[in-house]
């Protein structure tokens, strides 16, 4: 109990200063009591120049993402690696990305689609409503009315077609070409290029040269042509597979004119091709070395090369080599190599794992989808993503993913505009990406954030947006 000099000295004080001092008790409690006091942050964006993604999970904040705004900021390199199981969104987030990206007047997308239903890809409806003709590979129809790519085509250089011919050959041999039928092979190259002035030179041409070789050829090398016909017997069959065999029409003729390299979006439909044949990395290589010398062009544009199913790149060592090359090269005139897979391991425990790796490595954006804890694990092991982050992601619903930007990570909600949902949920992707019904997320681009997507999709958020 006080005394009464001390409460009468308090009173004194309170009716002269008007005030009193207290004197608080101290509290004790524990860290994860006290932990309240203070307010949850999040991790700052990535800016707000680019595409709009969607929005941060945590702080409910707009996620805006672009490889050529951020390339030499935040980002070493322009690449991007999508994992997750199928059902999550990958599709949904590639399509509205594309389309997104095309606003920008200086964009350029190709797409390698290599799913698809009902004869058709699954970017097909996207290409029908931008007034774009997919190049459909298609061995039925080839002979026909198909499309052709000639892998001989002049506007590739002879390097680049010798290079190329070697990479079909080690693809569908499933090992490298020894020296001597690398001789072999590139001798019949040289005198087709030279004595083929009047046309496009094709593979016909080569393989008639394989098994009929020039006699200088082999005096040049002091060896008999019966030798030299004979190296090349093997790499003669495996070419004569493009030319009389189930790849016949596709790469055996001039390429077709009318192709436009120009158009803001051009889709390789690969669905008539067989996924798990050695067609599909064939096929993957050939398109990938006919763009590089044909398409990537020091115009200042920023293009985008998306591959669905890219594990047949990336698990293949010869067409991974030339990928590998491709995206070194396309930093350099503004190339964003975009690739698709289901799991991590179906790469980095493939035949091409010393090509997977560094491919990986050139892949500064991560974006994963939800997996399954183990596949999750290793994936964050591969990836070096922190602890947190590989907890979450077998919980992650369809629509979020945690996205890693050379180490920002960051968990995302992807939204989706009106304007894009029909040709995003087509009946051919819900077995790739279904619409969640009524989840009220899907419903945030009311308002504020609304305006701000129809401002980009309507071509006035940005200055450098056609």
Do not use: C
Request: charged content about 20%.
């Amino acid at each position: 109990m006080r005394d009464p000099l001390s409460v009468l000295t308090d009173a004194f004080t309170a009716f002269v200063f008007g005030k009193v001092e207290t004197t608080r008790l101290p509290v004790r409690t524990s860290t994860g009591q006290a932990q309240a006091v203070y307010l949850p942050t999040a991790a700052p964006g990535l800016g707000d120049s680019g595409v709009i993604i969607g929005r941060e999970v945590y702080s409910g904040k707009g996620y805006i993402y672009d490889p050529f705004q951020l390339y030499g900021q935040q980002l070493p390199a322009p690449h991007w690696l999508v994992l997750g199981e199928s059902g999550n969104g990958k599709s949904a987030l590639e399509k509205t990305y594309v389309l997104r990206q095309l606003r920008f007047r200086d964009r350029q997308v190709v797409v390698l689609d290599a799913q698809g239903e009902d004869g058709v890809g699954e970017w097909n409806l996207i290409a029908q409503e931008l007034g774009i003709t997919p190049i459909r590979l298609d061995p039925m129809v080839a002979n026909d009315s198909g499309i052709r790519l000639n892998p001989l085509d002049p506007s590739i250089t002879t390097t680049g077609q010798l290079a190329l011919l070697r990479t079909i050959i080690e693809v569908a041999m499933g090992h490298g070409l020894d020296e001597r039928s690398g001789f072999a092979l590139k001798v019949a190259h040289a005198h087709v290029v030279e004595h083929t002035t009047h046309r496009q030179p094709i593979l016909t041409d080569i393989v008639e040269r394989l098994r009929h070789p020039e006699a200088e050829s082999a005096e040049a090398m002091n060896v008999d042509i019966d030798d030299v016909r004979a190296w090349g017997l093997d790499v003669a069959l495996v070419l004569d597979r493009l030319v009389d065999g189930d790849l016949r029409g596709m790469f055996d003729g001039p390429t077709t004119v009318g192709i436009d390299l120009d158009a803001p979006l051009i889709v390789f439909d690969l669905s008539h091709i067989d996924r798990n044949s050695i067609a599909m990395p064939i096929l993957m290589a050939i398109v990938g070395v006919w763009l590089e010398h044909t398409w990537i062009r020091p115009d200042r544009k920023k293009r985008i090369f998306l591959v669905e199913e890219a594990w047949h790149i990336i698990n293949s060592p010869f067409v991974a080599q030339l990928f590998q090359r491709l995206l070194k090269f396309g930093r350099r005139l503004g190339l964003s190599f975009v690739a698709v897979v289901h799991h991590l391991s179906d790469v980095v425990d493939g035949a091409a794992a010393k090509e997977a790796a560094a491919i990986l490595k050139m892949a500064s954006t991560r974006t994963i989808y939800a997996q399954k804890a183990d596949e999750a694990r290793n994936t964050g092991r591969v990836l070096g993503l922190p602890r947190w982050a590989v907890e979450i992601i077998p919980t992650l619903t369809p629509g979020i993913a945690v996205w890693d930007v050379n180490g920002n990570v960051q968990v995302v909600k992807h939204l989706i505009t009106e304007r894009e949902r029909p040709l995003v949920y087509t009946d051919r992707a819900m077995t790739e990406a279904s619409a969640p019904q009524g989840d009220p997320d899907l419903e945030w681009e009311t308002e504020q954030r609304a305006i701000l997507i129809e401002q980009q999709m309507n071509g006035t958020s940005q200055s450098t947006v056609a």
